[in-house]
């Protein structure tokens, strides 16, 4: 009993294990007789020669199908910081596993992903079903994203992933340049962006050399060069990179000119008088900084109490505190440095400015005129000269006439005036009327004549007649309303 038992236990687990065939049949069958001659089980032998009488299934292999992606390959750009998902979505996969990698711009290839499971963990990479997604993407991502399956030819899908990052700028010439004037002198930087940037240059005191207010191009680097340089380009140059990805950036540089000093007055002649004080001043450029000293009369000056010097960035002054006749003179500022030496002129003088003539040009009377005038002195006025003639224009052949020359003594009020500004006339009789005149002034005071006055047109009033104006010259005998009678009436 306990036999057959462990033989039908051994019938089960041969069916279990799928070991089937004519073997274990003889041996089940084989079993089963041996176990009916106790007179328990009673089988008849399985006889499998005659296949006919049993039909087992046709064993049809099954179709090999290979998988397929049914993404189409891309093209990305993403900005710096930005998110991507590569889709890799296949059909068929099956048992087949999907790996994906990376191959950078420099030719290196990193597996990342063997189906599900990650080489390299990563919180920037991730899997989403056939999908990978990547977090804060990085300029080093840039490059190439395949997908693939180990098949017989290998599947491959690629794409491509494009990082834009804001551009940034670094200078390659020198921080600061020191040149000689009359050299030339190139600033260059370069700018590195995706896309590529533009570069902006100008100038931080304002206006380019070339006269415009910034240059632009496109390229990546670029340089501008001065040429035949002077004290006018100093300055820093600025070079400003943008891609119009995040801020631009910027890199300076500086650009210092040596040359020999430049003396400029910006009064040549200063007019004073004794007792009070004078400043000359001369303005000086020049690199490396310009020595200055200052002369009269072609010797050097030791300032003392009287005469004092004072030097700010450029301008220089000398402090004459109570002028002295002796004071008057010629001053000579001058600048000198390693490039050179410069020197300029100034004068202190105590003669009169020469006069301006403030009159207006149409007299009010027939047969005189007054000429008024103003005059500088810082001592009263002794004299004057007045020229004077009748006035011939160009259209004339007419040569000019005599000057009428005479000296005359101001006005009590007019000389003595203890102000620098003297307000002076002179009425000028036995005029011709509607007559057109020129005149001249000069003045005179303790230290001698003034320069004299521009040449100065007058004319007397005319009497009065149709197409005539009372106040007007002599030389416009006919106004405009006349003018156009007399033409109709000659073209009627």
């Known amino acids: 009993m306990m036999e057959s038992r462990l033989t039908l236990?051994?019938?089960?687990?041969?069916?279990?294990?799928?070991?089937?065939?004519?073997?274990?049949?003889?041996?089940?069958?084989?079993?089963?007789?041996?176990?009916?001659?106790d007179g328990v089980y009673e089988y008849d032998e399985y006889d499998n020669s005659n296949t006919n009488d049993y039909n087992e299934p046709d064993d049809y292999p099954e179709l090999d199908v290979s998988p397929t992606f049914i993404t189409n390959a891309q093209q990305f750009s993403v900005e710096l910081g930005g998110d991507i998902t590569f889709p890799c979505a296949v059909e068929n996969l099956g048992s087949h596993l999907v790996m994906f990698k990376h191959i950078m711009n420099s030719g290196e290839n990193k597996l990342l992903f063997v189906g599900d499971i990650a080489l390299k963990p990563s919180v920037k990479f991730t899997k989403n079903g056939n999908s990978f997604v990547l977090n804060g993407v990085a300029r080093r991502h840039a490059g190439k994203y395949v997908c693939r399956i180990e098949t017989s030819p290998a599947t491959e899908l690629t794409h491509t992933l494009d990082v834009q990052y804001p551009a940034t700028v670094r200078r390659v010439s020198?921080?600061?340049?020191?040149?000689?004037?009359?050299?030339?002198?190139?600033?260059?930087?370069?700018?590195?962006?995706?896309?590529?940037?533009?570069?902006n240059w100008s100038r931080q005191q304002g206006h380019l050399p070339s006269g415009a207010q910034s240059e632009e191009s496109s390229l990546?680097?670029?340089?501008?060069?001065?040429?035949?340089?002077?004290?006018?380009?100093?300055?820093?140059?600025?070079?400003?990179?943008?891609?119009?990805?995040?801020?631009?950036?910027?890199?300076?540089?500086?650009?210092?000119?040596?040359?020999?000093?430049?003396?400029?007055?910006?009064?040549?002649?200063?007019?004073?008088?004794?007792?009070?004080?004078?400043?000359?001043?001369?303005?000086?450029?020049?690199?490396?900084?310009?020595?200055v000293?200052?002369?009269?009369?072609?010797?050097?000056?030791?300032?003392?109490?009287?005469?004092?010097?004072?030097?700010?960035?450029?301008?220089?002054?000398?402090?004459?505190?109570?002028?002295?006749?002796?004071?008057?003179?010629d001053y000579t500022c001058t600048a000198e440095n390693s490039q050179g030496q410069k020197a300029n002129t100034l004068r202190l003088t105590g003669l009169p400015k020469t006069p301006k003539m403030t009159s207006s040009p149409s007299g009010g009377e027939k047969t005189s005129y007054t000429l008024t005038w103003e005059t500088?002195?810082?001592?009263?006025?002794?004299?004057?000269?007045l020229q004077y003639r009748k006035f011939k224009p160009n259209i004339t052949k007419q040569a000019p006439g005599m000057w009428i020359d005479r000296l005359h003594s101001p006005k009590p009020s007019e000389g003595n005036l203890t102000g620098p500004i003297h307000h002076m006339s002179h009425a000028i009789e036995m005029l011709e009327p509607a007559t057109d005149y020129e005149a001249t002034v000069a003045v005179e005071n303790k230290f001698g004549w003034s320069g004299t006055s521009d040449v100065f047109q007058f004319c007397t009033r005319k009497e009065v007649a149709f197409g005539q104006s009372a106040n007007g010259c002599g030389t416009n005998t006919l106004n405009m309303a006349l003018l156009t009678l007399v033409l109709s009436a000659f073209l009627s």
């Open 9 to 37: 236990l051994l019938l089960a687990a041969l069916l279990a294990t799928g070991v089937y065939g004519s073997s274990t049949g003889r041996i089940a069958g084989e079993a089963a007789h041996a176990q009916s001659d």
């Open 174 to 199: 020198p921080e600061v340049q020191r040149v000689v004037q009359g050299s030339s002198v190139t600033l260059e930087c370069v700018a590195e962006g995706n896309p590529p940037a533009a570069i």
């Open 220 to 291: 990546q680097g670029l340089s501008i060069t001065l040429e035949n340089v002077d004290r006018h380009v100093e300055g820093t140059y600025i070079c400003t990179a943008s891609n119009g990805i995040g801020d631009p950036s910027s890199a300076s540089m500086t650009v210092e000119v040596e040359y020999p000093p430049e003396v400029i007055t910006e009064q040549a002649i200063l007019h004073t008088g004794e007792g009070d004080e004078a400043k000359l001043m001369c303005i000086v450029h020049g690199r490396p900084p310009p020595h």
């Open 293 to 329: 000293s200052w002369g009269k009369d072609g010797k050097p000056i030791n300032p003392d109490y009287h005469i004092t010097e004072h030097d700010s960035l450029h301008r220089h002054t000398l402090t004459i505190s109570k002028v002295r006749e002796e004071d008057f003179g």
């Open 376 to 385: 500088e002195s810082y001592t009263p006025i002794a004299q004057y000269r």
